[in-house]
């Protein structure tokens, strides 16, 4: 019997800073805008959000066991080190579960959902950017930081069938950056323009052909790319019904580059009824059109945290704290010994501590222990799985003279629920607002680099209410 393929699960990442446009207008007196856009903390990278959005994904299908993990960005954490294994074991998959980097181009992204859709298996494609630019740029102001992560599988747990795809490929010089370079530079918006409006139209005609459908069949019409003009034609072109064009969070979020068209798919999803047809086209070095009709299963889809909730409870960065963390200016450092590269061997020896937050439970007294025991005589211990277990502080200090790129440091004592206690870092808060009774939870981000080497552990930040925040 055929078994239909498609989307289990779909969740989108945005982390919780945000830069108002019009702050750069006010220190440059150029550049900037109307509207806002993602920033990633000091602490944040790709991996890093890549992990929190495949948290929330495999939150909806919890039980799931995942074959292939890919994971897609142009902003790699790291080069030559594969960045797909801290996401494998930030997730604590098996070890017969592959995990594979598709990285280096803004079009990886698109592209590791449709090897997804169209292999055997259950695979998550997981995607993040971060995109930034030089200051008053155009890609400074409309870019945008954040993840998305597409769980696909089979079965009656599928809420979005997948119903076909088109692409088209040529080679030309749009969009580029060489290894080592903080900015992308841009070809002349006319001409990149000439050559994806063809592209486009060519994949879409592909893609609606292989659905057998027409195109005023569609009921939400994804259309992105970095290059904007060319998309704002493309859709012109479509011959799609009023109505159906989803907002592209271009006031709000930026362009997520690799990470945007699953960011919008996931979030269309999030809303979207049984049976609509969802097309997702990006254009990225020639176009690509994904189909889907959502099944009734959508009915019972529950985002663990929906996009827009996250769209609500965001809060500004100042515009010189966002330059500092993003390497643009350099401000005077702490007063004290930058860190030690980490150990290889201790971390090996650490993984799931380190990087699956797990900690240990003595079974004849329900006693746990964080960090894990590591002996306990007569006794062996279970593991206890903490990364998605909330707390709440019952002490904290703010600490201005330890080594951070973001002081002051919030430590919190956080206890946490079933039992457990652990001193830990507090991320995304101002630290005039910790107070004792907060509840936390946890959350996967770097804690510093040193010698090349992302020391990768785990913080606290706030459980919010929508609209709560503050800036830094």
């Not at 990087?355 to 960090?371: D, I, M, Q, Y």
């Amino acid at each position: 019997m055929f078994e239909v393929r498609g989307i289990v699960s779909a969740a989108g990442y945005l982390p919780f800073r945000r830069l108002q446009r019009s702050a750069i207008t006010a220190t440059f007196g150029a550049g900037g805008g109307k509207g806002t856009r993602t920033v990633a903390s000091y602490d944040e990278d790709t991996t890093t959000m890549g992990v929190e959005a495949a948290r929330l994904a495999r939150s909806g299908a919890p039980d799931t066991a995942i074959d292939c993990l890919t994971y897609a960005t142009a902003e790699p954490a790291y080069l030559d080190k594969t960045n797909a294994t801290a996401i494998h074991a930030a997730l604590r998959l098996d070890r017969s579960s592959v995990a594979l980097d598709l990285g280096g181009a803004v079009r990886s992204g698109i592209g590791a959902l449709r090897l997804a859709l169209e292999g055997s298996g259950t695979s998550l494609a997981v995607s993040s950017d971060i995109r930034t630019g030089l200051p008053t740029s155009p890609d400074e102001a409309s870019g945008g930081d954040g993840a998305a992560a597409i769980l696909v599988g089979e079965g009656a747990s599928v809420i979005a069938e997948y119903l076909g795809s088109g692409s088209a490929t040529d080679e030309f010089v749009d969009r580029w950056r060489t290894p080592g370079e903080r900015r992308s530079k841009v070809w002349e918006e006319r001409f990149g323009e000439t050559k994806y409006l063809p592209l486009g139209v060519q994949a879409w005609t592909a893609a609606l052909a292989a659905a057998s459908i027409d195109a005023v069949d569609v009921d939400h019409a994804i259309v992105t790319g970095m290059h904007t003009r060319a998309a704002a034609a493309l859709t012109k072109k479509l011959a799609l019904r009023d109505g159906v064009l989803v907002d592209g969070l271009a006031s709000t979020v930026g362009n997520t580059g690799t990470a945007h068209p699953a960011l919008l798919l996931a979030a269309t999803l999030e809303t979207a009824a049984p049976g609509a047809v969802i097309a997702v086209v990006s254009l990225a070095d020639g176009a690509d059109v994904l189909l889907f009709r959502t099944t009734d299963a959508i009915a019972n889809f529950t985002p663990a945290r929906a996009v827009a909730t996250q769209l609500a409870t965001g809060a500004d960065v100042l515009y010189g704290k966002f330059l500092s963390w993003r390497g643009m200016v350099t401000v005077e450092p702490p007063r004290r010994p930058e860190p030690a590269r980490v150990s290889a061997s201790a971390a090996g020896r650490s993984g799931e501590w380190k990087f699956g937050f797990v900690g240990s439970r003595n079974p004849a007294t329900g006693e746990l222990h964080l960090p894990p025991a590591t002996s306990v005589p007569g006794v062996e211990m279970e593991p206890a799985p903490m990364a998605d277990v909330a707390g709440t502080i019952v002490t904290f200090t703010i600490d201005k003279l330890a080594y951070s790129p973001s002081p002051p440091i919030v430590f919190a004592v956080v206890d946490f629920d079933g039992g457990g206690r652990f001193p830990v870092e507090m991320t995304d808060v101002d630290a005039t607002e910790v107070k004792i009774g907060d509840r936390v939870e946890m959350t996967f981000r770097r804690l510093f680099t040193a010698d090349g080497i992302h020391d990768y552990f785990w913080k606290a930040r706030p459980i919010r209410a929508r609209g709560e925040g503050s800036t830094p």
